[in-house]
């Protein structure tokens, strides 16, 4: 699946607490009111809460309630334009924490502060930083504050709380920022799904989930489309239908290989591969063979052209490292970005896959926000 969106989807928690979560809409409609709420992610992701308003409305008693209440880290996310305008730089050049978490280095208001930690200094620097007339003069560094780099295109890239913030304040017309804060119990541990019913109840709030706004803006918003199609005859598997779409957050393009009626609603036959030059172009390590290819991508196209029906899904990286294809990775894992490929397979119609891979338990969070599910697996290693 292509790693240029990541979303989640609804864990059986979140179903079975359903009655207490709250539509986008509604949601939305809280942050354009100026009301605080909480925002939760998938089960199988961070699995927490985060107390969530727009940047515009984080008042010195906002911010006490977050640092009083919440407990968690304050922290301000801006859309990348914003950040690069504020000229601050990522905390950490190479990311390595768990979820990527985008943090650039703390901030503090250069004017009208004090020790710069305090409810209403906070309050101050996050005004400063999202006034779109102030420039990097306007900011210190380190600081009490601490700016997320939202990716371009939100929850439909990155499906974390940074991304939800920005998204939903956007969609409530306000300035694309927000102001979150981690929520953990008294004991100290971080609050779940039923703590956090009770912690909403308790504080007239009303929660929402991340799963939720990536179906409500896959309604309202498409990052890929289709530039072209024909049809074309490859040495693995004979004549395919081509087509090929472009990712209008980076313009890359993605190439979908397909045999046979796909749309007919039955389970599609499908290989999801992340284009590798290395191996794919150069052949570089793979051992030859006299009973024929041994990468996975001519295996799998094979095994789809016997088939007579299915799909290859090739994906590209916008920025690909040649150090990084080197790199093996066959174990089983969580896909948690896999939004472009989503929305290509549900613009296509397919909506069943049966995928052919070696790593039956791999897992892709976040599928059903379109539409799609996995149904089967058929073995790379029978191609």
Not at 161 to 183: K, Q
Request: net charge negative.
């Amino acid at each position: 699946m292509s790693e240029t969106q990541a979303f989640e989807k609804p864990g059986p928690v979140e179903a079975e607490l359903r009655s207490a979560i709250s539509p986008t809409e509604e949601i939305i409609a809280e942050a354009r009111a100026g009301r605080m709420f909480i925002l939760v992610d998938h089960e199988d992701r961070e699995n927490e809460g985060d107390l969530v308003i727009p940047a515009e409305f984080a008042t010195p008693e906002v911010i006490n309630f977050m640092a009083t209440h919440g407990k968690g880290l304050i922290c301000l996310p801006m859309t990348s334009e914003r950040i690069d305008r504020l000229g601050l730089p990522m905390m950490a050049v190479n990311n390595s924490s768990r979820h990527e978490t985008a943090f650039t280095v703390s901030i503090e208001a250069r004017e009208g502060v004090s020790t710069g930690i305090s409810a209403a200094d906070r309050a101050l620097t996050i005004a400063t930083a999202i006034n779109e007339q102030n420039t990097q003069a306007h900011i210190a560094t380190p600081g009490h504050v601490f700016p997320l780099r939202a990716r371009n295109g939100g929850v439909l890239v990155r499906a974390g709380h940074t991304e939800a913030a920005v998204d939903i304040s956007r969609l409530a017309g306000l300035n694309p920022s927000g102001v979150i804060c981690e929520i953990m119990k008294e004991d100290g541990t971080m609050a779940r799904l039923p703590d956090l019913v009770e912690f909403a109840q308790a504080h007239g709030m009303k929660i929402g989930t991340i799963s939720d706004l990536i179906a409500y803006r896959h309604k309202h918003d498409n990052l890929v489309r289709e530039v072209r199609r024909e049809t074309v005859t490859s040495s693995h598997g004979g004549t395919w239908d081509m087509r090929i779409f472009a990712d209008q957050i980076t313009n890359t393009e993605h190439v979908v290989l397909s045999k046979g009626d796909i749309t007919d609603g039955k389970p599609v036959l499908a290989r999801t591969h992340a284009l590798n030059a290395l191996e794919d172009v150069l052949g570089i390590g793979l051992e030859a063979s006299a009973a024929g290819p041994t990468g996975k991508l001519p295996r799998a196209m094979n095994i789809i052209a016997r088939e007579g029906r299915g799909a290859v899904f090739l994906f590209r990286q916008p920025r690909p490292s040649l150090a990084s294809e080197m790199e093996e990775d066959d174990t089983p894992r969580t896909i948690k970005q896999t939004g472009l490929g989503a929305q290509i397979m549900s613009t296509m119609g397919v909506h069943e896959l049966i995928l052919v891979t070696d790593s039956p338990k791999t897992r892709y969070l976040g599928l059903d926000a379109y539409g799609i599910s996995i149904v089967g697996t058929h073995p790379l290693s029978e191609g």
